[in-house]
């Protein structure tokens, strides 16, 4: 069952933050790398967190690829020559995952974060670079091809901050048409992306792209959710996605979230979101298997 096949039969859960729970299992991800980290280290730890959101009842699993590039791999001083082997293993470990929990007809979501993340400064919550149009087509489209070549079902483009860089991805999209994408957003407020732009017109130029199925928000606190995803659906009939984060604040120089957060979404506010049009809802940062699990029942059920 592909991914229009799943929504088709009624809101999808996605699985949470990968990364925080590696942290609350006990990994250091203070390096410049983060949970790509672990793909060279110690993958079987991204293998049990992935079974921990299956068993939660996630419907997609989203990889450990979000940070993984040749040009990460570069600036923490490691072998930019083996991101594309890191690259499929992401994969391969998702579907690892989803076969050895007998949740075959779970999808895999290829992560594919934004340039920023590569450069491990926070520049992924404020975007506009500096680069070119065509210099973030290259980027992206360089992961892209070598994730498309590992088979997932989905790509899960996540955590984008402005609008420059989402037209930039569904460029380089457009060259894998066999396998669908979503698009989400992180944003400052109920209105608009962390890159300043207007959410309306963030999502509004994506509506004509070719392989975008779904768009929405991310890695976003909670409390903002119900308000972009009611303007998200004046502008735009794709489905919309939502996995916000726990609410706290990311520090860039320590590499960490700092603040008081929510482990989980109230049930109430998620049966606010299907209400406002989200057809697929997670968790980001912060939000963990309990919060999933909450997610999958409320869907569940209605």
């Known amino acids: 069952m592909g991914l229009s096949e799943l929504l088709a039969a009624g809101p999808i859960t996605i699985d949470g933050g990968l990364a925080s729970e590696l942290e609350a299992r006990g990994q250091d991800l203070s390096g410049r790398l983060w949970s790509a980290r672990l793909l060279i280290d110690d993958p079987d730890q991204i293998l049990a967190v992935h079974a921990s959101y299956l068993t939660a009842g996630a419907q997609v699993t989203i990889t450990s690829s979000y940070q993984c590039s040749r040009l990460a791999l570069t600036l923490a001083g490691r072998d930019p020559d083996t991101a594309d082997d890191l ?64 088979g997932p079902d989905v790509f899960a483009v996540e955590t984008i901050p402005d609008l420059v860089e989402a037209v930039a991805v569904a460029e380089a999209l457009a060259a894998h048409p066999q396998i669908p994408a979503w698009i989400t957003f992180s944003c400052a407020d109920a209105a608009t992306t962390c890159g300043g732009d207007d959410f309306g017109d963030a999502i509004a130029a ?3 792209a070719p392989t975008v199925v779904a768009v929405g928000v991310n890695c976003t606190a909670p409390e903002h959710v119900l308000g972009l995803l009611q303007r998200g659906a004046e502008v735009c009939d794709l489905p919309m996605v939502a996995y916000p984060n726990a609410g706290r604040t990311w520090d860039a120089g320590t590499r960490s979230w700092s603040g008081p957060g929510a482990q989980t979404v109230p049930a ?9 049009g989200a057809a697929m809802i997670g968790g980001c940062c912060g939000l963990g298997p309990a919060a999933v699990a909450v997610i999958a029942e409320v869907l569940g059920g209605r």
Do not use: I, K
Request: glycine residues 12%.
């Open 87 to 150: 690259l499929r293993r992401s994969v391969e470990l998702a579907r690892t995952a989803t076969a050895a929990g007998g949740r075959p007809q779970a999808l895999v979501a290829a992560s594919v974060g934004p340039y920023g993340a590569a450069l491990a400064d926070g520049s992924e919550y404020r975007g506009r670079y500096g680069l070119s149009h065509a210099e973030l087509v290259a980027f992206h489209a360089e992961r892209l091809a070598v994730l498309a070549g590992s």
């Open 206 to 208: 994506l509506a004509g």
């Open 268 to 276: 109430t506010v998620v049966r606010q979101w299907l209400d406002a």
